[in-house]
């Protein structure tokens, strides 16, 4: 007997049919409030590049007016490849192109509003809390994300696969607490997955190259790769080369890995990154966060390691405070998905920054709660606290 499943079935697509497809692109058009005004025409699966596509059809008119483009994979919106609203819009009260997709830095720069958010912690899965943040609540967004299954106690998924659909669920909420042409910036290096017995090979996987797409794909615009080079030997405690440094034999040759790639990311959009300068609610805070004449120069950024014997992977204040003062103002609110003991809600505060910090594991948690108690004193006790209990802070720091 002949298979008769579909393509979509073959792939285990979270998308399967045309009726799935119309009922996630439906939920998009609900939250833009257009869902009265615009039909769907016959949608279409491209397996070349594990997409559907949903045609856009005016009511009014029966006229094509886009497409909404979502991830047959995990059933994500792919927004930038959809239709944008402001353009579906425009061709729904028949305007011209041109008009509509006119970059808005041409215009008089408004102001944009500064974020209410106050210091947070809070504590499960990001991918889940980061649904009910506002949208464009956040100003700044570094993290350095779980190891893939590099360690035992990172043994968290089963397939490489299912990390990275991990990571771009995240990065795909992240798009939308993100303001406009605000960065996302990610530390994140290869891993090593070593061999279960003597007779396997080890594999070294390429994370930082399999990531970059994923940013692409949901909304963000490549614009730096910064290279963490830490001291000469500090990746020798891994074992690669020590083959090769002992026999001197080719085809083993391997290097030390003693470098790390910040990847820095923008929220795409047509407006220049001056137009986040100059539309600024509060001149007298972008002038107060100026840098200073010692500042990195180059991609090549010289860090010391960090060790702390509470976490396995921490990274050093050093980088998060140069990422937090190079790509945000004093009072932003810098969000950390993956937050680990909290370094970057302690970089934060030294630098008059908020901080929105995200943390599955109960023990870290604890941890950064006790933390900002050193951080920030009696103002401790003002931090907004989700899933987890309030901060108390001693009578004696009052």
């Known amino acids: 007997m002949a298979d008769r499943k579909t393509v979509a079935e073959k792939r285990r697509y979270a998308i399967l049919d045309v009726q799935s497809a119309k009922h996630v692109a439906s939920i998009w058009l ?3 409030q257009l869902e009265k005004v615009i039909l769907f025409g016959l949608p279409e699966i491209d397996d070349r590049y594990h997409i559907w596509r949903v045609p856009l059809i005016a009511k009014s008119s029966a006229e094509r007016l886009g497409e909404v483009v979502i991830d047959a994979r995990n059933s994500l919106i792919l927004e930038g490849k959809s239709t944008s609203l402001a353009t579906l819009e425009a061709r729904l009260l028949g305007r011209t192109e041109a008009s509509a997709d006119r970059p808005k830095a041409q215009r008089p720069a408004e102001s944009y509003p500064l974020s209410d958010l106050r210091n947070t912690i809070a504590a499960g899965d990001c991918e889940q809390i980061l649904q009910e943040f506002p949208a464009e609540s956040v100003n700044l967004v570094f993290t350095s994300p779980p190891y893939y299954n590099a360690r035992p106690e990172y043994a968290d998924y089963l397939s490489y696969d299912e990390y990275l659909l991990k990571l771009r669920k995240v990065i795909h909420h992240v798009h939308r607490v993100l303001s406009e042409g605000c960065f996302f910036v990610i530390n994140v290096a290869p891993v090593l997955i ?8 080890s594999r070294r996987i390429a994370v930082p190259f399999d990531i970059h797409p994923l940013f692409i794909q949901e ?8 290279i963490w080079e830490k001291p000469e030997g500090a990746g020798w405690a891994t074992g690669r080369g020590r083959r090769f440094a002992a026999d001197r034999n080719p085809l083993q040759y391997k290097t030390v890995p003693v470098t790390e790639y910040i990847l820095v990311y923008r929220k795409r959009t047509s407006k220049l990154i001056d137009w986040n300068i100059r539309a600024h ?6 002038a107060q966060s100026r840098i200073d004449d010692d500042y990195e120069r180059t991609n090549i950024w010289r860090i010391q390691p960090s060790y702390d014997k509470r976490h396995p992977a921490t990274f050093p204040l050093e980088m998060a405070e140069k990422v937090i003062k190079y790509y945000s103002f004093k009072k932003d609110v810098v969000l950390d998905p993956f937050a680990g003991i909290g370094t ?5 505060v030294r630098l008059d920054r908020r901080f929105v910090l995200i943390e599955q594991e109960p023990k870290y948690v604890r941890i950064i709660r006790d933390e900002a108690k050193a951080w920030m004193g009696p103002e401790a006790r003002h931090v907004l606290t989700i899933n987890c209990p309030p901060i108390s802070v001693d009578d004696t720091l009052l």
């Open 30 to 32: 609900e939250r833009a």
């Open 194 to 201: 070593r061999r279960a017995s003597r007779g396997e090979a």
């Open 219 to 226: 909304g963000f615009d490549f614009m730096e790769d910064i």
């Open 281 to 286: 609610p509060d001149p007298e805070l972008v």
């Open 344 to 348: 970057v809600g302690k970089a934060a």
